[in-house]
């Protein structure tokens, strides 16, 4: 299913012109234990719903962005630069 995404830089455009970096999560700590890292790389929520995800704009600008997006519906709720990103869970 297409959708439009819009870039912080570049503005709206088709989702093909994005590539999808996954979910956004907290890095561990400074020292994580082999299970912290391992879990901080391969598990993922997946949840049906609202979820914060990184984006890169691989056929314009090429930055990485975030988006807030309904996996449900595919309903962008907002796209910004991780500097300028909505208070929440922001990723390190």
Do not use: K
């Not at 879990?39 to 988006?67: D, K, M, P």
């Not at 962008?76 to 922001?90: E, F, N």
């Amino acid at each position: 299913m297409s959708f439009l995404l819009t870039c912080p830089n570049c503005g709206t455009r088709e989702v093909t012109d994005f590539g999808f970096g996954g979910e956004a999560s907290t890095r561990p700590a400074s020292r994580p234990s082999a299970r912290e890292l391992n879990t901080y790389i391969y598990f993922r929520r997946n949840a049906a719903g609202v979820q914060r995800e990184w984006w890169h704009h691989r056929s314009g600008c090429r930055a990485w962005f975030l988006a807030e997006r309904d996996t449900r519906t595919n309903h962008v709720i907002w796209t910004a630069l991780p500097a300028d990103a909505p208070a929440g869970q922001t990723p390190a």
